[in-house]
């Protein structure tokens, strides 16, 4: 019983929190749907062409083949045709995974992250609008560039001489890469691009395992890829997505198209296009891919058992974390909140974070030279050192190597009534020492010498190196009672999966502590009965414990590398690897459609004080099959009554309404050809995807 209501808590708890979460990538897909596709491909031109044209097939298969076979061993991928948008899904061949050849040299590129620059006027409205951040790199156009995201790992390779301006003209010197993904739910609302598609066949929604948008820009300049040169895209879906397509949106159309296979290099002049194109799905096809690729069955614990340092003992380490856990659970501790959302940082990160006050600059009988750093929050306790002296500054020849403002003077910033975050003092030599104060704009770095203070008796010698020592013991007993703060949880985060269920695995770590927070009584008896066992202090208990947990893991392991290379090679399990032309944004998707037409409903929208909306986009979050898509026709409105479905409507200005999903669940919608929707404005709420992540609970 209690296992039962364990498993209804979870649930609960997922769909409250973890719809859109992005599921673990399926490994013995991509293989398998190139498998199916030229077999299906065989077929179709067979029965299509072969008591017609049989000749002419065999020579198109010919040259087919070799456009194929030359794509997939080289680089460049010189193709004779027009059309700037194709695209190859090449087998790796390294054995990195990483779907470049070894010859190449270039170095892996990291960059910065930025909004996206350049001229934005000819982008479509959603684009100049986009929150969500990129990663730029300048480069030589000469050189080329290799570029991993250090987030995603995926990486980008533009072939050196490969770039024109406008005009045609080849591009030299410095230019600047701009790669974005987007590989989240929240990313793709936040993005607010359309996610429809449409061809003669009809309209349709996709369902997308990922985007990634590359451009490359001199001086604010778009650049475009030379004719006949190509660039290599060795990208990772978010995924598995069965009969998937790569599509691109160009800024002219802000439509969504195919990109065609390197098996339509050639100009397509017998109709082959007809038999490449996206296959249809059903809602309940992509639904199942979605709902299959994140079931819990497939997590498997993080492995931190082995992350502990060589130099600490893992079995203290298993009972200080149980010991934790208790008195969490019970409710006698609580983690803080800036921990359990950034548990994986450093303990640098937390104090370069942390160490925060209000800095005030105190000046000693009114003269500006002379200064004492007040700290009006307490933070900074090692200034205690320095009670019964102040400083006084140095203005020499090293006034204009910490000055930030050259164009304003020490005396100057002095006089600021200006209050500082952070200060620190370094010896230099003797009482010479340097004070510096910072804040998140800016850091100055004050040349000073340390005096003694009337309050001082005189009557002792004045040791500059004493007080600097005091200073600096004190400092650092601060931060290692910090660091001993944060220690406990760290211990505590590392080996919860020793206890958690196998569907527990599946929660990223700053959501599990959500639910640890919500099924308090469930962790109560958990890590209570840990406790009672006695491991906290029997040290053999707790060492079988981590020994039997070890072995667990590694057979979970081999088990998943075992049914993962039935089918696939462990290199092809990694990513796949794409040729394009095109600079811009693609998108790796399937596409379905609801066939039903009872299934729509034409809407009004209102807002919560009764103004019409007039909405330019609309679009849907199936929370139940974890489907986002936008809808082509914006006077109709996809109606399953009881169901999770949130909807996003934005207006001519811009505006963002929305309405949650239980809302919508809760409306009477069965018999309903029309209904009036009232929407709540979150423009001034969803600046990005963190926030969107936050209002969609996902």
């Known amino acids: ?357 209000e800095i005030k600059i105190v000046h000693r009988y009114d003269t500006e030279a002379r200064f004492f750093p007040d700290d009006l929050g307490g933070v900074f306790t090692e200034l205690a050192a320095f009670k019964g002296y102040y400083f006084t500054r140095l203005i020499d020849s090293t006034d204009l190597l910490w000055r930030p403002d050259r164009q304003a003077g020490v005396d100057q910033i002095f006089r600021q009534d200006r209050k500082w975050k952070r200060v620190s003092v370094f010896q230099q030599k003797g009482a010479e020492c340097t004070v510096v104060f910072g804040d998140e704009k800016e850091e100055i770095r004050v040349p000073a010498k340390l005096s003694r203070g009337s309050e001082r008796a005189s009557n002792t010698p004045f040791n500059p190196s004493l007080v600097f020592a005091d200073y600096e013991k004190l400092r650092a007993a601060r931060q290692q009672k910090f660091t001993d703060a944060i220690r406990r949880w760290r211990h505590f985060v590392k080996l919860a999966d020793v206890h958690q269920t196998p569907e527990e695995w599946c929660l990223p770590t700053r959501m599990w502590f959500d639910f640890f927070d919500e099924n308090k009584k469930m962790m109560r008896a958990r890590y209570d009965s840990l406790y009672k066992t006695g491991i906290t202090t029997d040290r053999a208990l707790a060492a079988s414990t981590l020994e039997k947990w070890r072995a667990k893991v590694r057979q979970l392991q081999m088990a998943r590398m075992k049914s993962a290379s039935k089918n696939m090679t462990i290199r092809n399990q990694l990513s796949m690897t794409m040729t394009v032309s095109g600079f811009g944004t693609y998108n790796w998707d399937q596409i379905f459609q609801i066939a039903n037409p009872t299934k729509y409903l034409y809407p009004r929208y209102k807002t919560l004080a009764g103004e019409s909306i007039v909405p330019v986009s609309t679009r849907i979050i199936d929370r139940d099959r974890r489907l986002y898509f936008s809808l082509p026709d914006n006077k109709e409105l996809i109606k399953v009554a009881g169901r999770s479905m949130d909807v996003i409507v934005t207006d001519p200005k811009g505006r963002i309404y929305y309405l949650p999903g239980k809302t919508y669940a809760g409306l009477d919608l069965k018999n309903a050809e029309e209904f009036t929707f009232q929407m709540e404005d979150v423009t001034d709420k969803v600046g990005d995807p963190e926030a969107w992540g936050q209002l969609l609970g996902i």
């Open 1 to 357: 019983m209690e296992k039962d209501q364990h498993k209804q808590d979870l649930e609960n708890f997922i769909r409250r929190q973890l719809e859109g979460m992005d599921p673990a990538p399926d490994t013995d897909t991509w293989a398998n749907i190139a498998a199916r596709q030229r077999a299906a491909n065989r077929i179709l031109k067979w029965k299509f062409y072969g008591i017609r044209a049989a000749g002419l097939l065999v020579v198109v298969a010919i040259v087919v083949w070799s456009v194929w076979h030359f794509k997939s061993t080289t680089l460049q991928n010189e193709l004779p045709q027009k059309d700037s948008l194709q695209q190859n899904v090449v087998e790796n061949t390294d054995n990195s995974g990483s779907g470049f050849s070894a010859e190449q040299t270039l170095p892996v590129a990291a960059g910065n992250e930025t909004a996206a620059p350049g001229n934005l006027n000819n982008r479509p409205d959603w684009y100049r609008t986009n929150p969500v951040k990129g990663q730029t790199k300048r480069f030589l156009a000469e050189t080329g560039i290799l570029y991993q995201n250090p987030v995603s790992g995926n990486k980008v390779r533009i072939p050196g001489g490969a770039l024109v301006y406008a005009d045609g003209r080849p591009v030299t010197g410095e230019v600047d890469l701009f790669f974005r993904e987007y590989r989240t739910m929240a990313d793709f609302v936040a993005a607010g691009m359309p996610m429809h598609y449409g061809d003669d066949r009809g309209n349709f929604f996709f369902n997308s395992g990922g985007m990634f948008e590359v451009r490359v820009s001199q001086n604010g300049e778009d650049l475009k890829m030379a004719p006949q040169k190509n660039y290599v895209i060795d990208f990772a879906p978010t995924h598995a997505l069965r009969n998937a397509t790569l599509y691109y949106l160009p800024d002219e159309t802000n439509k969504w198209s195919d990109v065609p296979h390197g098996q339509q290099a050639l100009e397509d002049t017998i109709g082959l296009s007809t038999l490449f194109r996206p296959r249809v799905l059903t809602a309940e096809e992509v639904a199942k891919d979605n709902l299959g690729a994140s079931s819990g069955v497939d997590c498997l614990p993080g492995g931190n058992l082995w992350s502990i340092p060589d130099s600490v003992d893992p079995v203290v380490w298993l009972q200080e974390s149980i010991t934790t856990g208790r008195a969490y659970a019970f409710g006698e501790i609580q983690p803080p909140v800036w921990f359990t959302r950034n548990s994986d940082k450093d303990d640098l990160f937390f104090l370069r974070g942390l160490e925060r006050s």
